[in-house]
């Protein structure tokens, strides 16, 4: 009866073992994967040469870690005059097409809570119970409706000049990720008029 409970187990682990494996595109949730774009990520991707959007956008990156879990990568700008920028990485666990991302302080208590909601076309984030602490800065905050602007499942995104793939993120090992801030440096205005 032992070695059959020993058989049993040592099979289960070769299972998750060979699920894991599986090509991201054929995960369950690559049906999501992609990018997601609102407001002003959209003007400027679209035109990278000119540097005249100053309103709110966001971009975040799905990618299908498992058949019911998702990796992402998050950048929001609130725009003029502030041009504040936050970015965060995450895990979600979908259910239903709904997963729940919570970020804890080092005391283990919630202070970021977003809802992720994925349509066929689009991604709705919403700040769930008020916490809102995600470390965005001030007037950042990710609720919006994103458009899947892309299909094609994201491998990698850089911040800075600084590769990182999906496949080698911190989420992966199971710990969590900080979120970070930056500010970007105003557009100086000419003779009195913002650019």
Avoid at 97 to 104: A, D, M, P, S, V
């Amino acid at each position: 009866m032992q070695y059959f409970i020993i058989r049993c187990l040592a099979l289960f682990i070769c299972f998750q073992s060979t699920m894991n494996a599986i090509e991201p595109a054929k995960r369950h949730t690559a049906r999501f994967a992609g990018t997601y774009m609102f407001g002003s990520a959209i003007h400027k991707d679209a035109d990278e040469d000119e540097d005249d959007h100053v309103g709110p956008g966001g971009t975040v990156l799905l990618y299908p870690e498992t058949d019911s879990t998702m990796l992402f990568f998050m950048e929001v700008e609130k725009g003029e005059p502030a041009n504040t920028i936050g970015r965060l990485t995450g895990k979600i666990t979908l259910k239903s097409n709904k997963g729940i991302f919570t970020l804890n302080n080092p005391q283990g208590i919630p202070v970021c809570k977003l809802s992720f909601q994925i349509e066929k076309r689009f991604l709705d984030i919403r700040t769930v119970d008020g916490l809102a602490e995600c470390g965005f800065g001030p007037g950042v905050r990710a609720d919006n409706r994103f458009f899947r602007y892309s299909g094609e499942i994201p491998e990698c995104y850089e911040v800075d000049g600084k590769k990182t793939c999906f496949e080698q993120t911190l989420e992966k090992k199971n710990t969590v990720a900080t979120p970070a801030i930056e500010k970007k440096p105003a557009t100086l205005p000419i003779n009195g008029n913002p650019l």
